[in-house]
């Protein structure tokens, strides 16, 4: 005789919810229904050990998919706990009820510490349950109890208002789900489909899961995250790592991590050999993996690690995660904020590890990734100490790009009367190599810094000081270099090339000025250039100095900062110039120099908007040094 029940609730109103509102993706339902036999699985083995009169004692614990195409049915089979009469009515007649976290509760209750053996149950299994009505219009639920003494009983709704409970046949323990498809999903009664699934969301259940009664399992059941790291081989964590990933290359780098307080999670973390995300990656969204109890709950979760650090591959598995009803997201509280602190300062020591025990393949991770890591000195200011030592930059010392110091070293090698780190911005290592900023640092043998890298000016925002030595740009205005370091050896040879006259060289500083117009702060004559005839240097703060860099970079409009033109008078182009205007203040090539000089200043700064303009000009000048060389006819 059948019974026919009312949910204890709105099921219309909590049905569209869960529908339509709370899952993201339809294919979840076999993710709950797989994780609800989980559940029973793991309450019979706890039962068995107390009660080894249990019902099928001895059956193997499993979880079988099967496909009737004909009946357009899929039916989820466990030999797990099972259900009662009454079982059905609380788990299934009620939104929300959580057997699982019932049978937690009454766990603690009877015994203080019984809880601990079944740490695997994932709850909420009223709520999980009913995803399956995103795809079927009817399920019926076939279950008989452990208990020796209980019959079989049948559960059955459509997702409307009543749901139907009667005696059933079940000769073994457990229970079987049968989801009667929409004409919509009927995708899902394919072997491979269900395979894939089971892989993506149900990989590491511990009970084997079985489809269309294959002889092998399609999940992997062993979490590898979770075995110790000794019983696991470099192969076989390289192997998972291109599994998960679909990468080609073996990882730089592995980070294996496990806690069990304040709250019990394990890590399974790597660092790609390449930056590249090519179109056949799986891994194709920065974040983790995120597990609940070797169940998938997101597969991209950007919340575990800073953004900087979005590069690091791998999976996340927490005991204590507090899920979202629909298991698909998590709660943002204290667990996940301290899960995410707990992660950050893992990986940063692992780098910095890995930077002085092999430097030869943090290299390589820097290579790769430098400009994130760099980002996070700005983006995540409370990650700055430890970042500090894992940056990389070359310098005056470097013979090509990648010939790095780090910011303790250049310290190391200040000069007398040093206090201050020296850095120029640049395009490239050879233009920051050229730059007209270095000739007095050259002279005094002071380090310079090269920021070539489209990210240093951002980067520069939060950079601004290391271990008590401020970091000042080699443009600045007001650098002054006569007591730092050994007074230049060949500093009589500047008087070889005596200066252009005072006078001469205030009329040349005026025709600039005037030409120039306020393209330029001011025009002044330099103290420091040698082998260059004019520099650009920078006046304000440098964050303000650098904010045309930095538009640049995140392609926004930006005007040209406004800068101070200095002229060495000891050059011989400047004192060919101040001739020229002395001898003729109307010849045209004067001007067209002069607009030459400040646009190559530009140039050289990485600022020119358009390069290409100048070319005319070139011709031009061109034209004027070759003048009655040769006979054109």
Avoid: C
Avoid at 499 to 520: C, K, N
Wanted: hydrophobic share 40%.
């Amino acid at each position: 005789m059948s019974e026919q029940f009312a949910f204890k609730a709105e099921i219309q109103q909590l049905l569209n919810i869960l529908i339509h509102s709370l899952y993201t993706d339809r294919e979840i339902f076999l993710r709950e229904l797989i994780s609800n036999a989980s559940d029973a699985l793991n309450r019979a083995q706890f039962e068995a050990l107390t009660h080894p009169q249990m019902l099928d004692a001895g059956i193997d614990l499993r979880i079988d998919i099967k496909a009737d195409e004909d009946a357009g049915t899929i039916t989820v089979s466990d030999t797990g706990i099972g259900m009662t009469h009454d079982d059905l009515i609380n788990n299934l007649g009620v939104i929300a009820h959580s057997g699982a976290k019932s049978f937690i509760e009454m766990l603690k209750a009877n015994q203080s510490g019984a809880a601990a053996p079944v740490q695997d149950l994932i709850g909420q299994f009223g709520v999980g349950f009913y995803s399956v009505f995103m795809v079927a219009d009817k399920v019926r639920v076939v279950t008989r109890s452990a208990n020796p003494e209980e019959r079989a009983w049948s559960w059955e709704s459509t997702g409307g208002d009543t749901f139907v409970i009667e005696e059933s046949e079940r000769s073994t323990r457990g229970t079987d789900i049968i989801v009667h498809l929409k004409a919509d999903a009927r995708d899902y009664l394919q072997t491979w489909t269900l395979r894939e699934i089971v892989r993506r969301h149900s990989n590491y259940i511990t009970f084997p899961i079985y489809v269309d009664g294959e002889e092998a399992p399609a999940n992997k059941q062993t979490a590898i995250w979770r075995q110790e790291p000794k019983e696991v081989s470099e192969e076989q964590y390289n192997e998972f790592y291109k599994m998960h990933t679909l990468d080609f290359e073996d990882p730089l780098h592995r980070i294996t991590m496990r806690a069990d307080v304040p709250f019990q999670f394990y890590a399974l973390m790597f660092i790609p050999a390449s930056a590249e995300r090519t179109i056949l990656s799986r891994r194709t969204e920065p974040g983790l993996a995120l597990y609940a109890r070797k169940v998938l709950i997101q597969e991209y979760n950007k919340d575990l690690l800073p953004e900087y650090l979005g590069f690091v591959q791998g999976v996340v598995d927490s005991e204590d995660l507090p899920l979202n009803v629909n298991r698909e997201s998590v709660q943002a509280n204290r667990v996940m904020a301290n899960l995410k602190r707990s992660l950050t300062g893992k990986v940063l020591s692992e780098l910095k590890r890995l930077a002085e025990s092999k430097p030869e393949v943090y290299h390589k991770v820097f290579a790769e990734f430098g400009r994130l890591i760099k980002q996070g000195v700005v983006v995540s200011p409370e990650d700055r100490e430890p970042i500090l030592p894992l940056l990389r930059f070359p310098s005056t010392g470097s013979t090509h790009a990648e010939q790095w110091t780090t910011l303790t070293e250049y310290v190391s090698r200040m000069v007398k009367n040093q206090t201050d780190i020296y850095y120029v911005l640049g395009d490239d290592f050879g233009s920051a190599s050229r730059s007209p900023h270095l000739d007095s640092f050259r002279k005094r043998d002071i380090e310079v810094l090269y920021l070539i890298d489209p990210v240093d000016p951002f980067m520069l925002m939060g950079l601004t000081d290391f271990e008590g030595h401020k970091l000042r740009s080699a443009d600045d205005v007001d650098i002054d270099l006569r007591d730092i370091g050994e007074p230049p050896k060949d500093e009589s040879e500047d008087e070889k090339s005596a200066p252009l006259p005072e006078s001469d060289f205030a009329t040349l500083r005026e025709r600039f000025a005037h030409i120039l117009g306020d393209r330029v702060s001011d025009v002044r004559e330099s103290k420091s250039l040698v082998d260059s005839p004019a520099r650009l240097v920078g006046e304000g703060s440098a964050p303000q100095r650098n904010m045309y860099r930095i538009n640049r970079l995140l392609e926004r409009d930006a005007e040209l900062p406004v800068k101070m033109l200095e002229l060495n008078a000891r050059h011989a182009l400047i004192r060919n110039l101040g001739a020229m205007l002395a001898q003729d203040s109307a010849d045209p090539l004067i001007d067209v120099v002069v607009e030459q000089v400040f646009e190559t200043a530009l140039l050289q700064e990485g600022l020119h908007p358009d390069p290409a303009s100048m070319a005319q000009r070139l011709y031009q000048l061109m034209q004027a040094a070759t003048r009655g060389s040769g006979d054109p006819s």
